[in-house]
């Protein structure tokens, strides 16, 4: 795909459910009692991933457009698939299912694609372990496929986590819900909080303390209706977008402000972009607002290390586009966690950025981006990576000369529309 420089992004716009709220309605649902309702989830790959690994285990989940109603089977009514369970290139769905899957009193399998079977499941292969999971993978348990032998009798623990890692401490809250006695999760640094939110919603017995997150077991969980808010990670392409393309106005409507998601804007923000927050107000447990960006003339740089590495992790693709275009040197580190995602997401960004003439130094856990204004034609790899595709479509929006995207295709994985809806506030 070849990108041409853009003028300027104007206009108002609705993006698709939050991934990863959509991703954990849609398995609590599936365990509920009843028949629930689904509105604006995500229409992502990922999310359809979910979708059919659930109906796999006999949730009945029937999907038009962005809705979808499903009628759960109840906490202890999943059904031994009689096929492989396919995660597709989510790493949510493998992770979250695993720790329910761990807790049944059948045999199952999970996989994905030739990406996900790449990606670490010893960080919950470990836990789930001491709980009394039996769980094999691949390579010493290092990775997919993993074979599940459930165990209707785990037990429940006190558990410090190595890293920051949504998708590790909901598997091991899921399988708490399971568990004999109470299950404790410690976060070295708050990670997104949507399992947690979800289950205080729904009324089932949790407690969060600081970085600590404690679950009782659970007898069941009712139904519901759950409206989900636009997603922060895909609205960060376009706040960037419209920050860096000075005459530039876009507002997005209807966007999960969760603090633990919202990094992004408090980056941006430090760097002296014109940010507003406008409608704020509270639903199903979420905050949501909207999001009205103006395009700014100069960019500070940025340090990003530390805590607030969780609650950016998958912006830092997209804050690295920004660092190019800032007035200075921007750092990023403590950001190991880039290695082990679709792709490594520190490679592939600084692959890009210096196929456009970007001067940037690779970090073990990181960069440091030298900014500028001027570029060359760069010719891109994504590496198969959905974030790497989007963040450099922007870059190549905003820079002077464009550039060249060998593969788009992974963008479906979370954002289908996403082209589709840059390119109608592009010079509108």
Do not use: W
Request: one cysteine or more; a positive charge.
């Amino acid at each position: 795909m070849k990108v041409l420089p853009a003028k300027f992004l104007k206009g108002e716009i609705n993006l698709p459910g939050d991934k990863s709220i959509t991703h954990r309605a849609i398995i609590f649902a599936s365990l509920s009692e009843g028949k629930c309702l689904i509105e604006n989830m995500g229409l992502g790959e990922d999310n359809k991933s979910t979708i059919n690994v659930f109906r796999n285990l006999g949730a009945k989940i029937s999907r038009i457009k962005s809705k979808c109603i499903i009628e759960g089977v109840g906490i202890r009514g999943l059904k031994e698939p009689s096929c492989v369970l396919d995660a597709g290139n989510s790493g949510t769905t493998i992770r979250i299912a695993t720790g329910i899957l761990s807790a049944q009193n059948f045999f199952s399998v999970i996989s994905g694609d030739k990406y996900l079977v790449k990606r670490p499941m010893k960080r919950i292969i470990e836990p789930l372990s001491m709980m009394g999971a039996q769980i094999i993978g691949r390579n010493n348990n290092s990775f997919p496929p993993l074979a599940i032998i459930g165990n209707e009798k785990l037990r429940g623990i006190n558990y410090s986590l190595k890293i920051a890692s949504a998708q590790v401490k909901s598997s091991i809250l899921m399988a708490g819900m399971y568990a004999e006695g109470e299950t404790i999760v410690t976060e070295p640094a708050k990670s997104r909080d949507h399992t947690e939110r979800l289950m205080e919603h729904l009324g089932i017995p949790i407690k969060v303390i600081d970085k600590t997150i404690k679950i009782s077991p659970v007898d069941k969980i009712p139904s519901f209706r759950l409206v989900v808010p636009g997603d922060i990670s895909s609205a960060a392409f376009f706040i960037v977008a419209a920050t860096l393309l000075k005459d530039s106005f876009v507002i997005i409507k209807n966007v999960s402000l969760n603090d633990t998601r919202t990094g992004i804007i408090d980056v941006l923000t430090n760097m002296g972009a014109n940010i507003k927050i406008a409608n704020k107000r509270n639903e199903c447990g979420e905050p949501v607002g909207d999001i009205v960006v103006n395009g700014v003339d100069t960019l500070k740089p940025f340090v990003i290390k530390g805590d607030i590495i969780p609650r950016v992790i998958d912006e830092i693709p997209i804050l690295a586009v920004a660092g190019s275009f800032a007035n200075g040197v921007s750092i990023i580190d403590n950001a190991e966690e880039l290695r082990v995602k679709e792709s490594d997401r520190i490679k592939s960004m600084i692959e890009g950025l210096r196929s456009s003439g970007v001067h940037v130094e690779e970090l073990p856990a990181g960069m440091v981006i030298h900014g500028k204004r001027s570029f060359k034609y760069g010719k891109v790899k994504t590496f198969g990576d959905h974030r790497i595709a989007m963040a450099f479509y922007v870059f190549g929006i905003c820079s002077d000369k464009g550039l060249e995207l060998d593969d788009v295709s992974s963008v479906k994985i979370s954002f289908p529309d996403f082209f589709k809806i840059m390119e109608s506030l592009i010079n509108a």
